[in-house]
């Protein structure tokens, strides 16, 4: 793998092989690698929410599912991918919280983010491959351009890769 570039929270990233995507402490929020295997264009979504229409004046489009998994398609698009080749690897959206069995709103955060991400790529005909969603741990992913691999390490568990 070449250089591996950092996606930050709420950001979002493309790259060509052979360099690769990272983006650390995924909890709730949930990472969307979209993978052209063909090219081998690469991106990364660290997405916060899953509905931008939700948020009052909010231009970073990179925090929603619903514009962020958009965007980061219409980058790809310009380095040469092709959208009906897209495959998806997600991971995060996790219920990093709990007090008792309280399952409200704000505590379903990473279960919101997980089932928007997955409605917005079926509607765009890109098909999910993998993922590593859901349960109560945080996760960091690494994804090799080279080998459309997806390295998922939390702390206290195995790595795996997906």
């Known amino acids: 793998m070449g250089e591996i570039i950092k996606v930050g929270m709420a950001d979002l990233k493309t790259c060509t092989m052979p360099d690769g995507l990272t983006t650390l402490g995924l909890g709730s929020c949930v990472g969307v690698v979209l993978y052209d295997p063909v090219t081998k264009v690469s991106g990364l979504l660290h997405l916060m929410l899953p509905d931008s229409t939700r948020i009052k004046n909010n231009q970073n489009v990179a925090k ?37 069995n309280n399952t409200n709103d704000i505590m379903s955060v990473g279960k919101k983010n997980v089932e928007a991400t997955k409605t917005i790529l079926a509607r765009m005909g890109i098909k999910l491959v993998a993922e590593d969603t859901g349960l109560n741990y ?14 998922i390490r939390s702390v206290g568990k195995q790595d795996k890769e997906i």
Request: hydrophobic share 45%.
């Open 64 to 100: 929603f599912a619903d514009t962020g998994i958009v965007e980061l398609c219409e980058q790809m698009k310009k380095m040469g991918a092709v959208q009906s080749r897209l495959v998806a690897k997600i991971a995060g959206g996790a219920q990093m919280f709990s007090f008792g």
């Open 138 to 151: 945080g996760r960091t992913i690494i994804f090799d351009s080279v080998t459309g691999k997806l390295m």
